[in-house]
């Protein structure tokens, strides 16, 4: 499984567009890459998915450089109910989650 | 939309006891994940379940089992519970298998609390 690596924590204020990147050096081909957000006490919501490239929904973007070794989730526009953890995770189709550490995200007025 | 409904919320047990705690998935969805958040931790996978049939297994203990029953939804049976079984449990499911990629939508959690 590709082990993924993001920062702990990262602080921010409204309004402001927030990047978090993580790294997935030994990522595979069939691999796709993840995004979950967990508030706490609560279960992980899937924020976004790609392969390559960009893929852009209502709620964020998600950056792919052609080597795949990094992504980079945006997210537009923060508020506060944007303060969460979020997971970078790498796996292929149907197979289980490997959590890694995820990133804290303060977002302050 | 159906989310993933998983029962009870909360559980509270004594040291050696037994927990049945249960996920019944997004209607359509054929495939179970189970996971445990300790306080503090990161998720952890369990085991899954496709098709009624066990597809993996992670650092589940023995003293745990589970089952996928043939309308989908998952029970995960807890035997002889330790204070170290205290945790959150997330059910996740997802959609048939019609491509490469999948996506795991996660439940509400049980938090089981061990005394």
């Known amino acids: 499984l590709a082990k993924t690596t993001q920062p702990i924590s990262m602080d921010s204020y409204e309004g402001q567009e927030v990047n978090i990147t993580c790294s997935h050096n030994n990522i595979a081909t069939n691999d796709y890459i993840t995004w979950y957000q967990q508030f706490p006490s609560q279960g992980p919501r899937f924020i976004i998915q790609g392969y390559k490239t960009k893929v852009t929904n209502e709620v964020a973007s998600l950056f792919i450089p052609a080597d795949r070794k990094s992504s980079t989730l945006s997210l537009p526009r923060v508020s506060l109910s944007d303060t969460a953890v979020y997971y970078c995770?790498?796996?292929?189709?149907?197979?289980?989650?490997?959590f890694g550490k995820g990133t804290m995200l303060l977002v302050s007025p | 939309a159906a989310g993933v409904i998983q029962s009870p919320r909360h559980l509270i047990k004594e040291k050696r006891e037994t927990a049945t705690l249960k996920c019944y998935p997004i209607?359509?969805?054929?495939?179970v994940y189970w996971y445990q958040q300790g306080p503090g931790q990161d998720p952890q996978f369990l085991i899954s379940f496709y098709e009624k049939m066990q597809s993996d297994k992670g650092s589940i203990p023995d003293r745990f089992s589970a089952q996928q029953f043939s309308d989908y939804h998952s029970e995960l049976n807890m035997s002889s519970l330790e204070l170290g079984d205290s945790a959150l449990y997330f059910c996740a499911s997802s959609p048939p298998r019609t491509g490469g990629r999948d996506t795991q939508y996660f439940g509400p959690g049980t938090r089981l609390t061990v005394l």
């Open positions: 995770l790498v796996a292929k189709g149907y197979s289980t989650l490997t």
């Open positions: 209607p359509r969805h054929d495939t």
